[in-house]
DNA sequence: CAAGCCTGGTTGCCATGGCAACCATCTTGC
DNA sequence: GCAAGATGGTTGCCATGGCAACCAGGCTTG
């Protein structure tokens, strides 16, 4: 009945302490951002934008590279572009398209928050992970990622 | 203006491959969940309370356990509630608390999940890494877990 | 070029989650 | 024994997110 029996008794601690770590570290990383005024999704999007040419990308292209569902995009955008943090125009060759752009306003708050953030990711991820660590977390996120995405 | 400016490259590939995995990983795994009518906090409630003495627990302990608010494990236990997976009573001793324990229903519920859950965790997680990764990845999450707790 | 399919976005509906305010009980210090 | 503070839960408000339906603008084919 123990809806882990298969798991061993090693697993099940090393499963936990993932499980914890997805949650405490997002939090972490939240309650950094949200000092700026930004959600973990606000500075995704502002991240992206600001690496664009011109600070702006077509919606179905930020969400694709975002990883986003494109209603998720859309909604987010909109409450975004309330906040004052992107403009939403027409694509000019493409009817359907949408065109979000980063205002003076985005710039500025991603020139404050942008380096507090990645501040905060050395401070919870990279200040605790040797070298040969790392080597080791990325080719099992690789192949974590390559099925998580496949299938 | 990089947001990510003090980040090298390589630095910036695994943070990435990190976020995606945070999102990919767990969606995999409440697609699978989803397939038994369980969301994923749904899972993490009724497992807890399998393993309790009786199937039920102490709303406090319940929260505690799973490092959830006591708010949101409130608002859970009540929509669960609601769809017959969980029943709430008093505690005789302390008037405010609150005992949350299993349904009949949740136990078969459990019973076909559980097993379908540990598999996705395996496909999705423990069959991708070997035993001296998990070694290190065990040693990397303690350290991170101390200090997204702790700080 | 017209019907049918594909694409890009928006919206509605519903489940989640965080945070703070609130209320009812304890518990503590005196 | 009681006032003040700590605890345990619930609720309201608001932001998120998933999914499917829907709609308008392209594209493909015969």
Chains 1, 2 share one sequence.
Not at 58 to 66: H, N, P, Y
Not at 92 to 102: A, F, M, P, Y
Not at 118 to 129: G, N, S, T
Request: charged share 30%.
């Amino acid at each position: 009945m123990d809806p882990q029996q298969s798991l061993d008794a090693r697993e099940q601690r090393a499963w936990s302490a993932f499980v914890a770590m997805r949650r405490d570290l997002e939090a972490a990383l939240a309650r950094s951002l949200a000092r700026d005024g930004l959600s973990v999704s606000d500075f995704e999007v502002l991240a992206r934008l600001v690496q664009a040419p011109d600070g702006e990308m077509r919606a179905r292209d930020l969400a694709a590279a975002i990883g986003w569902d494109k209603a998720r995009l859309s909604k987010h955008v909109a409450r975004m572009a309330g906040r004052g943090l992107v403009t939403r125009r027409e694509a000019g060759d493409d009817g359907r398209g949408q065109i979000v752009g980063l205002t003076s306003h985005a710039e500025q708050v991603v020139a404050a928050a942008g380096p507090n953030h990645v501040a905060a990711v050395r401070r919870y991820f990279f200040d605790l992970i040797e070298p040969d660590e790392l080597e080791v977390l990325e080719r099992v996120l690789e192949r974590i990622n390559a099925r998580a995405r496949g299938s």
